[in-house]
């Protein structure tokens, strides 16, 4: 059903996936698409994972885990990174480039593959009947989370919009308006002047990154 009837936007990527799956949601639900939505962790305004939507917009994360993301045959495949997680089921690097460039092909003729510069030149060669597009640099803007990383994944996301030719200037507001997913650099208060945030950093580089 997922494969036939729906404009499915899939999320891949070591880190990050949830984060920038959310973004797109939101720019996406703003925009008047009504997507259904399927996110890895809470999203702080819905108090939910997930949205459903009444249209063909299905937009998800897409796993690398057990090649769960394998499943997919993705409208528009965003690859954030190529980072090694895992290692229980990727033995080595290459063995996630590998499963990478199958996802890509996965995508549908007409499809997009939007990545960043990095995972591009690693992949290489890809398909002719799909278009290839860098993420952008959309210049300043503002968000209300924390974390310069979290720039990047807005970044991804308005180039998924730019793809989809929403509103960027709108698709900016959406961005400064998202609050955030729980356990994603959440904050949780104050003790006695110590500000609390709670973060799913699973990996020795992206507590590394948090930490930044």
């Not at 008047?32 to 962790?41: R, V, Y």
């Not at 996965?106 to 060669?125: F, H, Q, S």
């Not at 300043?140 to 180039?159: C, P, V, Y």
């Amino acid at each position: 059903y997922l494969q036939k009837d729906k404009f499915i936007i899939a999320v891949s990527g070591a880190y990050g996936k949830s984060t920038t799956t959310a973004m797109i949601s939101k720019i996406a639900s703003d925009a008047g698409l009504d997507p259904t939505c399927e996110i890895g962790a809470k999203v702080l305004d819905w108090q939910s994972n997930f949205r459903v939507g009444n249209s063909k917009y299905f937009i998800c994360e897409a796993d690398e885990y057990n090649n769960n993301f394998l499943n997919f045959s993705p409208d528009v495949a965003i690859i954030l990174n190529l980072g090694w997680d895992h290692p229980d089921f990727f033995k080595n690097k290459e063995a996630v480039l590998k499963s990478f460039k199958k996802f890509i092909e996965n995508i549908k003729r007409g499809g997009y593959l939007v990545a960043a510069r990095e995972v591009i030149d690693a992949i290489g060669a890809v398909r002719k009947d799909i278009g290839v597009v860098r993420f952008e640099d959309f210049g300043k803007f503002n968000l209300s989370i924390i974390g310069d990383f979290r720039k990047e994944n807005a970044q991804a996301a308005l180039t998924v919009a730019k793809v989809l030719d929403l509103d960027l200037e709108e698709a900016k507001r959406s961005l400064a308006a998202f609050t955030g997913l729980g356990r994603r650099l959440e904050y949780k208060g104050k003790i006695e002047d110590v500000e609390v945030y709670d973060d799913y950093a699973v990996q020795p580089y992206t507590i590394k990154t948090t930490a930044k």
